[in-house]
């Protein structure tokens, strides 16, 4: 029996979910959005660790055996702290700075991300790791989180809010582009049209689901469970979450 337990400030984990459940599509899945209290990047690191105990502490008593923090400040605030304080195994977001320098031919990479991502030790140590052979430059998408809370990932209001954080990496000569937050996935199709066919758009989601499927079986997790599924909670309206992963399904199966 294997029951997973993914919380996110928001909708965005929806991103990381979609990619867990294309991987492995028999495990029953609880996610937890927090948007009460969205976006995560504005408040405090002990704030996010205390939202993170108290949600993990739910998730155990709903029975899950692993969690996913799908969101990359909670996982730079608080993953250390859960890892000591929970017996069970915790998977991270980290932002894609590896495949994104490995794969570069400009020599120049972008990151996209939340101001408390980039501002995260977490975050500094891999940038640490690559900077030295390739030029990293950053950029918080400032308004991402809410488009994508809002449902709202084409129209033209979105495209001015994402231009003008992408514009600054695309004028640096960024022909990779990490997406250092789990809302931003969702805006990926409209980040790749308006950077152009020669930038690659990177979200690091499905190294996330390949990693849990690693974990699983090192710990002897079954890999199916009886009851598949997908439970979605949330502590604010969850009209947003539900909607969004309708959508996630439908595309799944076409």
């Known amino acids: 029996m294997a029951v997973i337990g993914i919380m996110d400030s928001g909708v965005g984990g929806l991103s990381v979910l979609r990619e867990l459940y294309k991987a492995l599509p028999g495990e029953h899945y609880i996610y937890y959005a927090d948007n009460a209290n969205c976006p995560y990047g504005e408040k405090s690191p002990e704030f996010i660790l205390e939202r993170c105990r108290e949600i993990t ?5 709903r029975g899950a055996q692993a969690m996913v923090i799908a969101c990359n400040t909670a996982t730079a605030a608080a993953i ?3 890892r000591a304080e929970f017996d069970i195994p915790f ?5 894609a700075v590896k495949p994104a320098a490995l794969g570069t031919r400009s020599g120049v990479i972008g990151v996209l991300a939340t101001a408390g991502t980039l501002k995260a030790s977490k975050y500094l140590k891999t ?8 030029k990293i430059v950053e ?3 400032s308004g991402f989180v809410e488009l994508v809370e809002a449902g709202d990932t ?3 209001h979105a495209r001015e809010v994402v231009g003008r954080s992408l514009q600054p990496l695309l004028d640096a000569g960024a022909d990779n582009i990490v997406l250092g937050c789990t809302h931003y996935p969702f805006l990926q199709e409209l980040i790749s049209e308006m950077a152009g066919p020669a930038v690659k758009v990177i979200d690091p989601a499905p190294a996330v689901a390949r990693h849990l499927l690693e974990v699983l079986r090192e710990r002897g997790i079954s890999e199916t469970d009886p009851h598949p599924g997908v439970e979605l909670h949330a502590s604010g309206s969850d009209k947003v979450l539900n909607s969004i992963w309708d959508f996630v399904l439908k595309s799944l199966t076409l």
């Not at 940038?127 to 390739?134: K, N």
């Open 57 to 61: 502490r739910m998730m155990l008593g």
């Open 80 to 82: 250390a702290e859960l």
């Open 91 to 95: 998977i991270g977001m980290e932002p």
């Open 127 to 134: 940038r640490g790791r690559f900077e030295d052979d390739v």
């Open 139 to 141: 950029h918080v998408g």
């Open 154 to 156: 084409a129209s033209q």
